[in-house]
């Protein structure tokens, strides 16, 4: 059974930094692309980033504004979302999620298998 533990959430001001880490873990574990969302109180939860798990290709919700980064440790089966300058309105429970086979599609939570238990991100102004 895959699991996904996430890390990295916290307390912090805005224009500051925090990096969410996604460890996999799993017997036959196989990974094609990795997501992040995010649910702020009262919403729905949102696409955030994507990471192709072989190519490394990446994308983007509009909201980013280049201000986060998604990578990932194949080796170590981990995945990354660097955010950097962030603001009250980033503030949310963030998730990782998998695709553990090919999907046409990386926006749409229904199309990942796999997902983390969330990790709280507050930012103060």
């Known amino acids: 059974q895959v699991q996904l533990v996430e890390s990295g959430g916290g307390l912090v001001q805005a224009g500051g930094s925090l990096r969410l880490s996604c460890a996999a873990s799993?017997?036959?574990?196989?990974?094609?692309?990795m997501g992040w969302f995010r649910q702020a109180p009262g919403k729905e939860r949102e696409f955030v980033a994507a990471?192709?798990?072989?190519?490394?290709?990446?994308f983007y919700e509009d909201f980013v504004e280049g201000r986060f980064t998604i990578s990932r440790d194949n080796a170590k089966n981990t995945g990354f979302l660097q955010m950097n300058s962030l603001k009250p309105e980033d503030t949310a429970v963030y998730y990782c999620?998998?695709?553990?086979?090919?999907?046409?599609?990386?926006?749409?939570?229904?199309?990942?298998?796999?997902w983390g238990q969330g990790t709280q991100v507050t930012v103060s102004s």
């Open positions: 999620a998998l695709q553990t086979t090919y999907s046409s599609t990386y926006y749409y939570e229904s199309f990942y298998d796999i």
């Open positions: 799993g017997r036959s574990l196989s990974i094609y692309r």
């Open positions: 990471i192709g798990w072989s190519a490394g290709r990446t």
